[in-house]
């Protein structure tokens, strides 16, 4: 019985070890994901301003931002924060921003929840919304990663100002 154990609790370390290397390439892919989905958003928008200003005024029902400052303020968000996201500079921040956006969006246009906002949201409405939800929740709890321009700021260039992170805290 014990060289059971000892055998299963070997080769369960040797997977894990075996599985690192997948960390970092999911925050990667989580990135890039998430980052390319925003920014054809924000392509699509720019592309033409007159019909998303439009969308804005009469569809979007944006909290406390006039429709105008809503619809060229959110094309800037669609357009500049996936760069950020997806070269991981600023992860965390950017990843934060991002999922509160995205709730944002998800409010701010009704036609997604047809079944209403809380039964959507545990049913199978705004699907795409919750899967970026989750993607950026992970960034901004596990960071950018390894692949990240985070992680090559934090490990090469901050400590030669003497800005090492804090104990503790993964460098990715």
């Excluded at 760069?83 to 995205?102: D, E, H, K, M």
């Excluded at 929740?137 to 090559?152: E, N, Q, R, T, Y």
Aim: aromatic share 16%; proline share 6%.
């Amino acid at each position: 019985m014990k060289n059971i154990m000892t055998g299963t609790c070997s080769a369960y370390r040797k997977t894990t070890c075996a599985l690192m290397w997948a960390a970092p390439v999911s925050l990667l892919l989580f990135r890039l994901w998430v980052a390319v989905d925003f920014w054809r958003a924000g392509v699509v928008k720019i592309s033409d301003m007159q019909s998303t200003v439009s969308l804005f005024q009469y569809i979007y029902h944006v909290p406390l931002l006039p429709p105008v400052a809503a619809a060229y303020i959110g094309t800037a968000i669609e357009l500049i924060l996936p760069w950020f996201l997806g070269l991981g500079l600023v992860g965390r921040l950017t990843a934060a921003f991002l999922f509160v956006y995205n709730i944002i969006a998800v409010i701010s246009y009704p036609a997604l929840w047809p079944h209403g906002l809380w039964a959507g949201f545990w049913g199978s409405d705004f699907t795409d919304h919750k899967v970026w939800g989750l993607m950026l929740l992970a960034i901004v709890f596990f960071g950018p990663g390894k692949l990240s321009l985070d992680h090559l700021l934090q490990k090469w260039v901050l400590p030669r100002f003497g800005c090492a992170p804090a104990k503790g805290t993964a460098a990715g």
